[in-house]
Nanobody
Framework: QVQLVESGGGLVQAGDSLRLSCAASGRTFSSYTMAWFRQAPGKERNFIAAITSSPTTTYYADSVKGRFTISRDNAKNTVYLQMNSLKPEDTAVYYC?????????????????WGQGTQVTVSS
């Protein structure tokens, strides 16, 4: 069992940066693929970024490529999402996700564990 707790969300202006953190419980964090998804009101939950276990590979949605960076610190059982050049359309609840089975963790159906979500609001 893995528990995920996100933090770092908030209200920012367009063009600002924000870093989300996701702290995971469990002793096998390093073996999990970790990912971030987001869900805007009335919309589906969509993939944003993922990072595999070592040797790490990262994946990004086209909408955030070049602006967002996912990273992990296995010693701290934490995954991060650095978000730069934020836009109003980035406004959503951001969810941390984990899977030990799938390295290509780009679909909600492949997620084994979810965090509770953290709100990110970008004003214009």
């Amino acid at each position: 069992q893995v528990q995920l707790v996100e933090s770092g969300g908030g209200l920012v202006q367009a063009g600002d940066s924000l870093r989300l953190s996701c702290a995971a419980s469990g002793r096998t964090f390093s073996s999990y693929t970790m990912a971030w998804f987001r869900q805007a009101p009335g919309k589906e939950r969509n993939f944003i970024a993922a990072i595999t276990s070592s040797p790490t590979t990262t994946y990004y949605a086209d909408s955030v490529k070049g602006r967002f960076t996912i990273s992990r610190d296995n010693a701290k059982n934490t995954v991060y999402l650095q978000m730069n050049s934020l836009k109003p359309e980035d406004t959503a609840v951001y969810y941390c996700a984990a899977s030990e089975r799938f390295k290509l963790l780009t679909s909600p159906g492949r997620v084994a564990y979810w965090g509770q979500g953290t709100q990110v609001t970008v004003s214009s």
